[in-house]
């Protein structure tokens, strides 16, 4: 089992910058990747931006390309989203989750944190 918990959400104007922390704990050993997720009101989640464990490879969803960074300090088994140029319509929770090397799913999810961009 991996626990997932994220802090550092908030409010924030648009044109701003907000970082994200998930700490994990648990069976770290066995993560083959970690990954963020949105989910904004009255819509699924979707998918913003993933690292492997070893850090060489990170993946962005397009509407975040060059304004999200995705990174992972293994000695503190974190994953951090740093958000810069914030617009509203990144508005959502923003989800933690965590992939195990056996099924390289998102298995173990976090319980959320809120971002608001205002207008």
């Known amino acids: 089992q991996v626990q997932l918990v994220e802090s550092g959400g908030g409010l924030v104007q648009a044109g701003g910058s907000l970082g994200l922390s998930c700490a994990a704990s648990?069976?770290?050993?066995?993560?083959?990747?970690m990954g963020w997720f949105r989910q904004a009101p009255g819509k699924g989640r979707e998918f913003v931006a993933q690292i492997n464990w070893s850090g060489d490879y990170t993946a962005y969803e397009d509407s975040v390309k060059g304004r999200f960074t995705i990174s992972r300090d293994n000695t503190k088994n974190t994953v951090y989203l740093q958000m810069n140029a914030l617009k509203p319509e990144d508005t959502a929770v923003y989800y933690c989750?965590?992939?195990?090397?056996?099924?390289?799913?998102?298995?173990?999810w976090g319980q959320g944190t809120q971002v608001t961009v205002s207008s």
């Open positions: 648990g069976r770290t050993f066995g993560i083959y990747a």
């Open positions: 989750a965590a992939a195990p090397t056996g099924t390289k799913t998102y298995d173990y």
